[in-house]
Every structure is written in C-alpha cells, then in structure tokens.
C-alpha cells in the first residue's frame, strides 16, 4: 500500500480550477514595459505642480533622467528577449489546479512565524503602535524585514482560497498586523499585489477589469490618504514638506498623492544637479543585508541635505549616489532583463511572482523594491507556493476554452 502523506492528501473539494488569461487578453497595465511608461509619465506629471517650495524647478534633468532610464530599459529588455522562449504563445491560456488544503497549511505557518515575531517585539519593545506610541511607527520592531513580507504573502495567498471563511479570516490577518504597525507601504502593495492576480486570472472581460482596476486605485488613494493622516498630522505635514500656500485647500488625498509621487523624483533630481560625485560605492546592496548587518550609510549627509525633503527616494537613489548616471544605466537595464522574463517566462502561468514584480513596478516612484531582502525573502515564498500548490496543464488556445 502506498503512503500518502498528510500534506499531500486532498480531494476534489479542496481544488480550483481555472484559467490564466492570454497574453494577448491582459490589460495594459499587466504589461511590464507599459507599466513602466505609464508610472514615469505620473512621475513627470506630478513635478510639474511644484508642490513644494523645494521642487525640483526645470524639467530638463528629469527629462534627461527618463530618457536614460527609457533607453536603457528597453536595451535591457530586447538583449534579453533574444535569449528567453516564449511560453506560452501570446494566443494559449493555461488552465491549472490550486490544491487549496496546502494554500491554507502554508498560510497557517506563515501566521506561527508572525505571531511569534510579534510577541517578542511587544516583550521585548512594548504594545506595537497603533496600540502604543504613533511615533514609533518608523523605528518599532525587530525582524520586519521577515515579518512584513510574510503577512503580505499570508494577505495575497488569503484570496486563493475558495472558503469565504477563510479567506476572510487569513486576510484580516495579514491586514490587520500591518494597519497595527502603521506601516502605509505594506498595506498598499498587499492590496496591489491581490488586484494583479485577479487581473491575471479573472474571466472578466478588459472593460469591466479597468472599471474595478479604477475603483480598486481609487480605494488604495484613499487608504494611503487616511494611513497617513492618522500618523501625520495636517500642521505636520505641510510643514515639514514645505507646501505651497496656494495648495493648502486642496484635499489631503491629493496632497498625499501628489507629494509622495513628486518629492522622491525631486530629490533624485537635486542629487544629480548639485550634489557631487565622489566615487562608487557598495552602498546600493545594504538592503540585501540583514538590518543588524547593514554597515553605515555614507551617503547619510546627502539624505539630510536640506533640498532632500522627508529622506525620500525613487528606485534610482542608491544606484545614482553609487555610481551616477552609469547607476541609471545598470538599474533600468537588469529592469528591462526582469520585464523580458515577465513577458516571456513570467506572467499569468506564474501570477504569484509576476504580482510582485508588477506590484514593484507600480511602486519605482517612491523607492527601489526589487533589490531588498523583504522582496527575495516573499519571492521565495512564492515561489515555493507554485510549486507546491499549483499544477500546471498544457497551454490551450482560448477558442477551445470558451468551446
């Protein structure tokens, strides 16, 4: 008689079936190079406002800035095309089974490992923010480089599941821990993370997705907006960005919005204008490490210049303060290699990692998201999860899957 191991037993109720959508049915912005296009347009767009009183004046270094990070893109992109197979074929949809029992078994585990860096961060450091101290939302906890990415991955893997029970119960989860650690960019990015794969397995037809596309944006503005305002005050806020007087009616969501889309830009504008090169540096890899073994900035000075507003970057920072515009080269061509996987490796027969990687994309304005431990360490999650919990069929042409 053969063993069957607990893990691997499951039966027909505990299976999804479904199909990734095409290629050539994904809207627009599950493409990875018009996604980058559209996320520097809103780069541009929102420095033209000149939001602040230290913004970045003349277009004519961020436009050169975009043109580099365009260029070098897409030379990344078509080096690596040449090389990657495509699978499947723009036309082919793959169908596929989700064994539901091991979605939830890995999310159990996942929610061990958080409960247990939680409760020694509240015996070791006191009650986490929300139920603390709202100051301490940047400097509270140890671990969180593990602890974030593994409740974003509990969030995303929550609406795998086909109980409503569930999918509810490891969702708030995963949502809760990370409102209660006042933590806005970790919130959003689950939230951009699970809209991706729907968009990448729904049935729905493109009119309907960009209709729930638009009202999920719209929600994810509005929780960035009230996240914010409940640890920033309004007086705070526009004091410590510098708003221009004749913006201090407008709705906070679009300050906030505005601002967090502009001032990174800015700052990368002003380093490469009036801060001088001094050589390379390492410095770009620091977020691989480990938090207790990353070594000291030496780029801390410029980070408090005084045309460096709230210390915030684009995805380009590290790369330009290490190497200069050679850095706006490297970064954007290794982009333009992960854009040509996503096109033709990636995409919906690997949602879960393509969700990270559009997700990152979605979020290059306002820092560098591939090149940091919290990211490998949810890619490898993910990654195991595919392959666990996933099996794959032979690719389809859509015409027999609507037959």
Known sequence: MKYISLWDQWDVRDRVRGYARPQRDLPFYCDPLKLFMLIWMVMLVSL???????????MGIPLLIFAVSAFSMFLGYFVAIAILRRFPKPQEAISYTINVVRVRRINLILCLICLLIIAFNWITLGPPPAFGDFSTYLT???????????????????????????????????????????TRGAVLVSLVQVFFIF??????????????????????????????????????????????????????????????????????????????????????????LPSF????????????????????????????????????FFANFCLGIGCAWMKKCGGPRKMLVSAIFLAGLSFIFFSDPFASLSTIIQVSIQSFVQRKCFVWDKPQHIEEIHS
């Open 48 to 58: 033209s406002f000149h939001l602040t009183y230290v913004t970045y004046p003349s």
């Open 140 to 182: 509270y906890g140890r671990l969180k480089q593990i602890l974030f990415p593994v409740l974003i991955t509990i969030t995303v893997n929550a609406f795998l599941d086909t109980s409503k029970t569930q999918r509810f119960l490891y969702a708030a989860f995963g949502v809760s821990w990370l409102l209660i650690y006042i």
């Open 199 to 288: 968009s990448l397995r729904t049935s729905i037809s493109k009119r309907k997705l960009y209709f729930v596309g638009l009202i999920c944006l719209i929600f994810t503005a509005f929780v960035g907006s009230a996240i914010g305002n409940a640890r920033t005050s309004m007086a705070v806020f526009m004091e410590v960005l510098q708003i221009r007087p004749q913006f201090l009616d407008w709705p906070m969501i679009y300050l906030w919005l505005i601002s967090y889309i502009s001032i990174p830009f800015s700052n990368l504008c002003w380093v490469l204008d009036k801060i001088p090169f001094h050589g390379p540096t390492p410095a770009f890899l620091y977020p691989l």
């Open 293 to 328: 073994w990353v070594p000291v900035d030496p780029h801390i000075a410029i980070h408090n210049d005084p045309r460096m507003i709230d210390g915030a970057s684009t995805y380009l920072i590290s790369y330009v303060l290490d190497l200069s515009y050679f850095g706006i």
